[in-house]
């Protein structure tokens, strides 16, 4: 069986192709009377959207969201409020080319997923490869913004931090230059580079992998489900689902390796609202699959774009070795696009687990506890 819905509580489903008419998705299990419009939701879905620079497809889809129900306009305030039912949300291809995949379409892909669906279906949707393409990656981010109204004073952010040999210096980390340019790069020194790199790299005819940092902030100290609901589990699943990801990690991450036990243990201090400080964050927020209350760090590595116009050897599917360049309409470097994806999915399982710990644990108790009588 496949499998389309993620979450618990939180609930996603997606459906629809990269070629057919629409793409979709119901979110169930969201709480009601929280206010909802298409504006909500509007402006993450642009940030993902194609076409808005020479460095991501050309592909023009204007992806706007279309909210079917759920909805309900409240008398009171007279604001558009979700209703507890499920919230279904459209958007329409418009912008569809199957003509381009014509050539292709018994070719084996290297690096992609043709092999694999056409094995394990029996058959394959060769029109931008239909759900294995990353199209349905925009249900992900219309669903992120409505997570990321669920849980109060949360704020998400992702940028990226490492594009081929190209890593950000940290020292220069300005969350405000992220949508100043077109990579989501928080450093204005390497992102004057990156036009230059890929322009070299599309000529080539070739593509580029990157990393991409995602910080949730205002995550409540308590979220997570140990033991097989660890909060880190769930944002490691949430992160590998999107398509071309490779590797995740949280905080220190596979950095932790190289780490003494001194250097890798976040101190702790009593901070002046009554909360522990934390002397530093190599844990990434998270500690026993569950929140510290520091902000919640994960990066995720997305390999470069497998469709190339570099000619490679495969095989068809009838299993004659043959020869593939692809043409079409492709990013370069698809880990650009995968920003806003990534803080959707980091939104969906930190909403998915803020729900589950009221349900299971209510109230998170108040902490310090007072110390027993003697
Ligand atoms: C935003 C985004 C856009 C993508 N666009 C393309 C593309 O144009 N061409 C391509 O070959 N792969 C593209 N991919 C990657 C493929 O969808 C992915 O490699 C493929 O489904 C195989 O899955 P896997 O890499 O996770 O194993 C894109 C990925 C993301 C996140």
């Known amino acids: 069986m496949s499998f389309n819905t993620f979450g618990h509580l939180f609930r996603v489903t997606t459906f629809g192709e990269s070629h057919g008419p629409a793409i979709g998705c119901v979110i169930d299990g969201c709480p009601p009377r929280i206010p909802l419009t298409e504006s909500d939701i509007q402006p993450y879905l642009d940030r993902r959207r194609p076409g808005q620079s020479r460095y991501t497809s050309q592909r023009q889809e204007p992806d706007a969201v279309k909210i079917l129900s759920g909805v309900f306009v409240d008398e009171a ?52 490869g239909g759900r294995q393409s990353a199209r349905e990656t925009a249900m992900r981010v219309a669903a992120g ?12 952010r992702g940028a990226l931090v490492q594009m081929g040999p190209h890593r950000v210096d940290r020292a220069r980390w300005d969350w405000a230059e992220v949508d100043k340019n077109p990579f ?20 080539r005819g070739s593509s580029i992998g990157a990393v991409i940092e995602v910080v949730a902030e205002g995550v409540p100290a308590g979220l997570g489900a140990p033991i097989y609901g660890k909060l880190d589990g769930d944002l490691a699943a949430a992160l590998m689902s999107i398509n071309a990801v490779k590797g ?17 243990g976040d101190e702790m201090r009593m901070g002046n609202d009554g909360k522990p400080l934390f002397l530093s964050n190599q844990a990434g927020g998270i500690l026993g699959g ?49 920003v806003p994806i990534g803080e959707a999915m980091v939104a969906c399982v930190t909403a998915d687990h803020y729900l589950r710990q009221r349900g299971q644990v209510g109230e998170t108790p108040a902490w310090p506890f007072t110390p027993p009588a003697r």
């Open 184 to 203: 989501f790069c928080p450093d204005a020194k390497t992102a004057a580079m990156l036009g230059d790199y890929l322009d070299g790299l599309r000529k």
């Open 248 to 264: 995740v990690e949280i905080g220190a991450g596979f950095g932790a390796a190289e780490l003494s036990g001194e250097e890798n």
């Open 145 to 156: 913004a409505v997570a990321r109204k669920i849980v109060p004073g949360l704020n998400v």
């Open 290 to 338: 569950i929140s510290t209350g520091q902000p919640v760090v994960a990066r995720f590595a997305v390999k470069p774009t497998s469709s190339i116009l570099i000619p490679r050897r495969t095989v068809d599917r009838y299993g004659q070795e043959t020869e593939i360049a692809t043409t079409g309409r492709h990013d370069p470097c698809v880990g650009i696009r995968a």
């Open 77 to 128: 305030s007279g604001a558009q409020v979700t209703t507890g039912a499920p919230i279904a949300l459209l958007i329409d291809n418009v912008d569809q080319r199957s003509k381009d995949y014509s050539d292709i379409k018994d070719k084996y892909r290297p690096g992609h997923a043709d092999y694999t669906y056409d094995v394990k279906y029996g058959l394959r949707d060769y029109r931008g």
